[in-house]
Protein backbone atom coordinates (compact mmCIF):
# COMPACT_ATOMS: atom_id res chain seq x y z
CA UNK A 1 0.00 0.00 0.00
CA UNK A 2 1.35 3.21 -0.81
CA UNK A 3 0.71 6.11 1.66
CA UNK A 4 0.19 9.95 0.70
CA UNK A 5 3.29 10.84 3.04
CA UNK A 6 5.47 8.63 0.73
CA UNK A 7 4.43 10.83 -1.99
CA UNK A 8 4.84 14.25 -0.54
CA UNK A 9 7.90 14.74 -2.53
CA UNK A 10 6.06 14.21 -6.01
CA UNK A 11 3.68 16.14 -4.82
CA UNK A 12 5.89 18.90 -3.87
CA UNK A 13 7.93 18.94 -6.72
CA UNK A 14 5.52 19.00 -9.26
CA UNK A 15 4.25 22.13 -7.66
CA UNK A 16 7.41 23.60 -8.28
CA UNK A 17 7.14 22.45 -11.59
CA UNK A 18 3.71 24.09 -12.10
CA UNK A 19 5.38 27.41 -10.02
CA UNK A 20 8.22 27.34 -12.53
CA UNK A 21 5.88 26.88 -15.65
CA UNK A 22 3.75 29.67 -15.19
CA UNK A 23 6.63 32.07 -14.32
CA UNK A 24 8.19 30.70 -18.06
CA UNK A 25 5.08 31.20 -19.60
CA UNK A 26 4.93 34.71 -18.61
CA UNK A 27 8.04 35.78 -19.99
CA UNK A 28 7.76 33.51 -22.92
CA UNK A 29 8.03 36.29 -25.71
CA UNK A 30 6.47 34.54 -28.86
CA UNK A 31 3.08 34.02 -28.71
CA UNK A 32 3.95 31.44 -31.49
CA UNK A 33 5.20 29.17 -28.92
CA UNK A 34 1.84 29.86 -26.40
CA UNK A 35 0.36 26.58 -28.05
CA UNK A 36 3.31 24.26 -27.05
CA UNK A 37 2.82 25.61 -23.41
CA UNK A 38 -0.46 25.29 -22.89
CA UNK A 39 -0.29 21.49 -23.90
CA UNK A 40 2.45 21.31 -21.59
CA UNK A 41 0.61 22.99 -18.91
CA UNK A 42 -2.23 20.40 -19.46
CA UNK A 43 0.19 17.15 -18.94
CA UNK A 44 1.57 18.79 -16.16
CA UNK A 45 -1.99 19.14 -14.72
CA UNK A 46 -3.03 15.31 -15.61
CA UNK A 47 0.54 13.73 -14.24
CA UNK A 48 -0.63 16.18 -10.56
CA UNK A 49 -4.02 14.45 -10.73
CA UNK A 50 -2.86 11.13 -11.99
CA UNK A 51 -0.50 11.20 -8.55
CA UNK A 52 -3.53 12.07 -6.49
CA UNK A 53 -4.97 8.63 -7.65
CA UNK A 54 -1.98 6.56 -6.89
CA UNK A 55 -2.93 6.18 -2.93
CA UNK A 56 -6.02 4.72 -3.76
CA UNK A 57 -4.94 2.73 -6.90
CA UNK A 58 -1.33 2.20 -7.29
CA UNK A 59 -2.08 0.87 -10.85
CA UNK A 60 -2.74 4.97 -11.41
CA UNK A 61 1.55 4.83 -10.96
CA UNK A 62 1.78 4.26 -15.23
CA UNK A 63 -0.25 7.03 -16.08
CA UNK A 64 1.74 9.16 -13.58
CA UNK A 65 5.20 8.09 -15.18
CA UNK A 66 3.75 8.43 -18.87
CA UNK A 67 2.48 12.10 -18.12
CA UNK A 68 5.94 12.85 -16.61
CA UNK A 69 7.75 11.66 -19.43
CA UNK A 70 5.33 13.48 -21.83
CA UNK A 71 5.73 16.90 -19.55
CA UNK A 72 9.88 15.91 -19.69
CA UNK A 73 9.84 15.60 -23.50
CA UNK A 74 8.11 18.74 -24.31
CA UNK A 75 9.88 20.78 -21.80
CA UNK A 76 12.85 19.65 -23.88
CA UNK A 77 11.50 20.90 -27.58
CA UNK A 78 10.44 24.14 -25.49
CA UNK A 79 13.81 24.76 -24.12
CA UNK A 80 15.81 23.67 -27.42
CA UNK A 81 14.06 26.30 -29.26
CA UNK A 82 13.94 28.69 -26.45
CA UNK A 83 15.45 32.42 -28.06
CA UNK A 84 16.26 33.38 -24.10
CA UNK A 85 19.39 32.16 -22.24
CA UNK A 86 17.97 33.52 -19.39
CA UNK A 87 15.11 31.82 -18.76
CA UNK A 88 17.14 28.25 -19.22
CA UNK A 89 16.93 27.60 -15.47
CA UNK A 90 13.54 27.72 -15.31
CA UNK A 91 13.61 24.43 -17.86
CA UNK A 92 16.31 22.87 -15.58
CA UNK A 93 13.99 23.75 -12.56
CA UNK A 94 10.99 21.78 -14.35
CA UNK A 95 12.86 19.19 -15.42
CA UNK A 96 14.67 18.41 -12.24
CA UNK A 97 11.12 18.42 -10.29
CA UNK A 98 9.99 16.06 -13.04
CA UNK A 99 12.53 13.90 -12.02
CA UNK A 100 11.97 14.33 -8.39
CA UNK A 101 8.80 13.45 -9.47
CA UNK A 102 9.14 9.73 -10.87
CA UNK A 103 11.62 9.20 -8.25
CA UNK A 104 9.70 9.65 -5.29
CA UNK A 105 7.09 7.63 -7.18
CA UNK A 106 9.51 4.59 -8.09
CA UNK A 107 10.81 4.44 -4.24
CA UNK A 108 7.07 4.62 -3.09
CA UNK A 109 5.95 1.71 -5.23
CA UNK A 110 9.06 -0.04 -4.39
CA UNK A 111 10.68 0.00 -8.08
CA UNK A 112 13.96 2.31 -7.91
CA UNK A 113 16.79 1.13 -8.31
Not at 17 to 27: E, P, S
Not at 77 to 88: D, F, M, S, Y
Not at 105 to 110: E, M, N, P
Amino acid sequence: MISQESLTAAFAALDDCDAAFHKLDATCCDPGRSPRMMVLGRTMVAARESLGRVVDDPGAAGAVAAFIEEAGAQVGRLQVGCCAPNRLPLYTQILGGLTTAQLTLDKALGAGH
